[in-house]
């Protein structure tokens, strides 16, 4: 697996957890893995589709399909909890629960060590054809996105691929990167 850093913060403020993200294709899932340098991280909602942006949050924004302009946005704090919606921007957005994808849910396996906490998600790729309406296998080399670290206590926004607005946001998928350089050659051999 490719690590890459993530440490853009285009907002400034001088709370800037390093952290890292990575990312795996397997045969039947796509796996992100992200962590970050926090000893005590804050963990306030445990319920899926609470606001963890809130809490110490690991996000990743993905668009799996580029005939596609809707995005998904997986939020994970450190307990595991994930909010996740799709949608084609900020305004609008649908949140997508368990209950409604019968085995193929993504799953968040959250883990901490000494001075470090991160999350494992695996999104089955049987998710990601449903919730796109695409019957065609995903091509991990046409994803793109953004990986974000982020937190209110105290307030940070750090990004992997820049972001470029007046205030922190991370719906801009005008500036999704391809995700095409992240993927270890063996990975499109699954």
Request: net charge negative; proline share 9%; hydrophobic share 35%.
């Amino acid at each position: 697996m490719k690590v890459v850093s993530i440490s853009s913060c285009p907002w400034g403020g001088s709370y800037r957890p390093k952290a890292w993200a990575a990312v795996h294709c397997g045969p039947d899932q796509f796996e992100f893995c992200l962590w970050c340098e926090e000893e005590s991280p804050v963990i306030r909602y445990t319920e899926p589709n609470s606001p963890v942006y809130l809490d110490s949050c690991l996000e990743v924004f993905l668009r799996p399909f580029p005939q596609k302009n809707e995005y998904l946005n997986f939020e994970m704090n450190a307990s595991g909890a994930l909010l996740l919606q799709i949608g084609s921007e900020r305004k609008g957005r649908r949140f997508l629960h368990a209950e409604d994808f019968s085995g193929c849910y993504p799953e968040v396996f959250p883990f901490r060590e000494q001075a470090c906490w991160g999350v494992r998600l695996s999104v089955p790729t049987a998710f990601l054809q449903t919730v796109c309406e695409i019957s065609a296998q995903p091509d991990p080399s046409d994803f793109e996105g953004n990986f974000y670290k982020c937190g209110d206590s105290p307030a940070h926004f750090l990004c992997w691929n820049p972001v470029e607005s007046e205030s922190p946001d991370f719906h801009r998928p005008e500036f999704f990167a391809s995700f095409a350089p992240l993927w270890n050659e063996s990975d499109h051999k699954n």
